[in-house]
């Protein structure tokens, strides 16, 4: 199972770290991503990286903002989120992708195999 934690009350402009932690998955085998769901919208890609950490994506609205890591040692996935926006609260979800790499399905849900209950994030202006 995976569990996403770290979520909260931040102002405008603050900053929060999320964690995506495993139990009986070996969270290192697999790419990782992060999703949101807005209220009364789709849940959303985030960013995503894969199994060694060398590599990661973004989706446009998060891009110099947001940094998504591992720590294998640590069967963890983090996202840091930098200058946070009113835009940015949502329940943030992490999720284990169906390989250990990235191919062109990344950004979609159903390349996601397992997926861990969403942690609340609302940035106040």
């Known amino acids: 199972q995976l569990q996403a934690s770290g979520g909260g009350l931040v102002q405008t402009g603050g900053s929060l770290r999320l964690s995506c932690t495993a139990s009986g998955l070996t969270l290192n085998s697999y790419a990782t991503g992060w999703f949101r769901q807005k209220s009364g919208q789709e849940r959303e890609f985030v960013a995503a990286i894969v199994w060694s950490g060398t590599v990661t994506r973004y989706t446009d609205a998060v891009k110099g903002r947001f940094l998504i890591s591992r720590d294998n040692a640590k069967n963890t996935v983090s996202l840091q989120m930098n200058s946070l926006k009113a835009e940015d609260t949502a329940v943030y979800f992490c999720?284990?992708?169906?390989?250990?790499?990235?191919?062109?399905?990344?950004?979609?849900?159903?390349?996601?195999?397992?997926w861990g209950k969403g942690t609340l994030v609302t940035v106040s202006s």
């Open positions: 999720a284990s992708y169906q390989y250990p790499y990235l191919d062109g399905s990344y950004h979609s849900e159903e390349g996601y195999t397992y």
